[in-house]
Structures are given as C-alpha cells and as structure tokens.
C-alpha cells in the first residue's frame, strides 16, 4: 500500500511514464524547413557524426575529461518541426530517441525530482539513445536568486543536478522550447549549438501543404491551389497539418457516395481560418499578467508541486487521526481489562 500511494503522489499511475521510448521512423524528409534553420541544423548532425573523430583519433577526448557530449537547442514557435527533427536526427544516427515528460519526471517529494533527471540520463546512456527535453524551459528554467521556501531550493537543485549531468553525458541532448528566455544562463556555455526554429516562408509552406497528402490517395479536386494557401495563409507546418485533417474531415462528411467526395480549396480555406481562429481564442487568456504567469510552465511546475504537498498534508493528517484512534481504542482496551 505505501508503495502504491507513493506512485500516485510521484505521478506513476494509470500508464503515465517519465520517458517515453521511440523507434524513430521520421526522416528530414518529413520535414521541410527554411534555409537558414537547415544550414544551422546540418551543422549540428555534422557535430554528431563527426564527434567520434573529434574526440577519439583527434585526441581532443583525453584534453577534455567532462563536457564531450553534444547539446543542441531547438527554439521557436509551436509547430515549426522541432520535435521531428529530433526524431530525424536520432533515425539519422540509428538510436532510439528518449522523450522526457517533465509533468512526471517533477516530484513533489524533497530530491525526488533531481534523482529523476539522473535516472533519465542513466536510461540513455544504458539504451545509447538520443535524449529529447521538449517543453525544456520547464526544467532548465532560471534560478531563483533568493530561496524563501523549499519549493524553490528544490527548483534549484533541480536544475543544478541537470547542469551536472549534462556536463557528464557525453551523447546527444536536444533541448525542445518556445521559451528559451526562460533559460537559465548557465546552460548557454554547455550548449553546443542553438537551432532558431523560423516559421516557414511561402516556398516552404506551399511544400508543407503538398507533402501532408497521400501522393495518388487523397482525392484533390480541380480547384485546389496551394500556392494560394501559402501565399495567403503564413502559418507554422504544425497548423497546416491541423488544417489538412480538418479539410478531409469536412470534405469526407458531405453527403454523396464515397468515390465521387474530392477535398476543394474551400475546404482548406475553411480549415486553416479554423485553426487561426481557434488559436487566437487560445492567446486571448493570455493577455494578462495573471494568466501570463499562469502559461509559464516554471510556475506552473511550482503550482503543481504546491498542490501535491497540500496533498499530501491532507493525507498524513488523515492518516495521523487514524493512528491516533487506533492508539486510543488499543488504549481503552488495556485499560479495560
């Protein structure tokens, strides 16, 4: 029973996992990105491939004992390829790619959540695999400066411990953010390479919308042009994706015979104003300080472990009175006889 109580304060419960193990199967061809931010992104598979070189026949590993790993930091908006490309590049290199789920790795329970990020990099190092921190702002998020309580002393040795085994870690780390102000400077030495994630321009987004479809599969009707879809539409790939599901759905739900049903440009128009419009609601409660802090995901990793200590205060002052009517009762009974 204690075992069991303790997975569910640490979060462990109903299949929920820490790390999630993936067989890559995406490939850079399954990403289309612009020029710039795939130079940058060659240059650092280049350091991945050429690190054997570097730091074995080169010599350059026995100058430096610790930091031989390579971190990379893939930053910008949501839906720009980030986490494909980490994918892309653990299928590039042949390992298995580790995608840490900070919501289960962060424990509300003292130097629990500094033993996780050891054990995540002891899982890669165990299985040789890529290790990706997506939300990374999360976990790497900046120091306090002054320590009040020990929510914050632990954020701060979370974040040290991290520091630490990263400078130990001598695979590959992709840190994964839309935040990345919220680093902590101390990552920006440790880091080898920072990949700025651009939205896509018009030639990569009309190759986003084409490349979402079966080549001979998907039923495209006459009318459908994609060149003005991208040209009017500057959107990230992840919401052309979202539209190009929307479109079929809609074109799949009109009434008709299946073989005669053709997806139109109404239908895309129609979808992508749908996912514009859905994220603008989405921003809209994010236009105070409030619910600013509400959305950065440091402070909500506090306000979560703040919830759980409640918690658990709750459930040992519970437990607390029934260990003290127990002793009562045994009390009484002693007494009696």
């Known amino acids: 029973m204690p075992s069991q109580l303790l997975s569910f304060f640490s979060g462990r419960l109903a ?36 690190h054997g070189l570097i730091f074995g026949r080169w010599g350059l590993g026995e100058r430096h004992a610790i930091g031989l790993g390579l971190a990379f930091n893939f ?15 653990a299928h590039a290199l042949g390992k298995t790619l580790l995608i840490v789920n900070y919501a289960e790795v962060h424990s509300m329970w003292a130097g629990e959540t500094s033993k996780n990020i050891a054990n995540v990099f002891r899982a890669a190092v165990e299985q ?19 320590t009040s309580h020990g929510l914050e002393r632990e954020a701060n040795t979370s974040v040290n411990v991290l520091l630490r085994e990263l400078e130990h870690f001598n695979g590959v780390v992709i840190f994964a953010t839309n935040l990345a102000a919220n680093f902590d400077p101390a990552f920006e030495r440790r880091i080898r390479t920072h990949v700025l994630f651009e939205m896509p321009g018009v030639e990569e987004r ?15 009707a006459d009318d459908v042009n994609f060149r003005a879809l991208a040209d009017r539409f500057a959107v990230s790939g992840g919401d052309i994706k979202n539209a190009v599901l929307k479109a079929a759905a809609a074109a799949a739900s009109e009434p008709g015979p299946d073989v005669g049903k053709r997806i139109h440009q109404r239908h895309f128009e129609r979808a992508i104003e749908d996912v514009i419009g859905n994220r603008s609601v989405m921003r809209q409660s994010v236009l105070d300080d409030d619910a600013l802090q509400r959305a950065d995901p440091a402070i909500q990793a506090v306000q979560a472990m ?16 029934v260990a003290l009517l127990v002793a009562v009762g045994t009390l009484g009974v002693v007494f009696s006889r």
């Open 306 to 321: 703040e919830e759980r200590w409640r918690m658990t205060a709750l459930v040992a002052a519970g437990l607390a009175v």
């Open 15 to 50: 299949g929920r996992r820490a790390v999630e193990t993936i067989v890559p199967e995406r490939t850079f061809a399954d990403v289309i990105l612009p020029p710039r931010t795939r130079d940058t992104l060659d240059q650092a598979l280049s350091q991945v491939r050429n």
């Open 128 to 146: 040789d695999a890529v290790l990706l921190f997506d939300e990374a702002d999360a976990i790497a998020a900046r120091r306090f400066g002054r």
């Open 206 to 220: 009309e190759r986003i919308w084409q490349v979402q479809l079966h080549p001979t599969k998907t039923p495209l």
């Open 75 to 89: 930053a910008g908006p949501p839906g720009t390829g980030k986490t494909i490309c980490a994918e892309a590049i």
